[in-house]
């Protein structure tokens, strides 16, 4: 799994993912497919590819804006964990599906 899956996922499914670095700092990757790292205040002194190798858990959440009635939020997706292992099965979902749907535009 590459950056480049997950940001794949969060563009379609409309999703923030959330994976932590191994120097205490957090990743998110927006809806927009955008890498962030909030806490980040000057030059990485890291790679997130190589950082997200070593990620084991990751937290998915909707990118939608936040219900403010009571009824919708019960109704409302929640954030969920996944493990590596899960989120490696949803990007590989996510990019079979996208290889088959090319061979038909040809």
């Given at each position: 799994?590459?950056?480049s899956?997950?940001?794949?996922?969060?563009?379609k499914?409309?999703?923030?993912?959330?994976?932590?670095?191994?120097n205490?700092?957090?990743?998110?990757?927006?809806?927009?497919?955008?890498?962030?790292?909030p806490?980040?205040?000057?030059?990485?002194?890291?790679?997130?590819?190589?950082?997200?190798?070593?990620?084991?858990v990751?937290?998915?959440?909707?990118?939608?804006?936040p219900?403010?009635?009571?009824?919708?939020?019960?109704?409302?997706?929640?954030?969920?964990?996944?493990?590596?292992?899960?989120?490696?099965?949803?990007?590989?979902?996510?990019?079979?599906?996208?290889?088959?749907?090319?061979d038909?535009e040809?």
């Amino acid at each position: 799994m590459k950056l480049s899956d997950i940001r794949k996922i969060t563009v379609k499914k409309q999703l923030r993912i959330r994976f932590p670095l191994s120097n205490g700092m957090e990743c998110v990757v927006n809806e927009r497919g955008i890498a962030q790292v909030p806490a980040l205040h000057g030059v990485p002194a890291f790679n997130l590819e190589d950082e997200l190798t070593g990620a084991q858990v990751f937290l998915v959440e909707p990118a939608g804006p936040p219900a403010k009635d009571k009824d919708k939020d019960k109704a409302a997706p929640k954030a969920r964990k996944y493990t590596r292992a899960e989120m490696t099965t949803l990007a590989t979902a996510s990019a079979g599906a996208t290889a088959t749907h090319d061979d038909h535009e040809d």
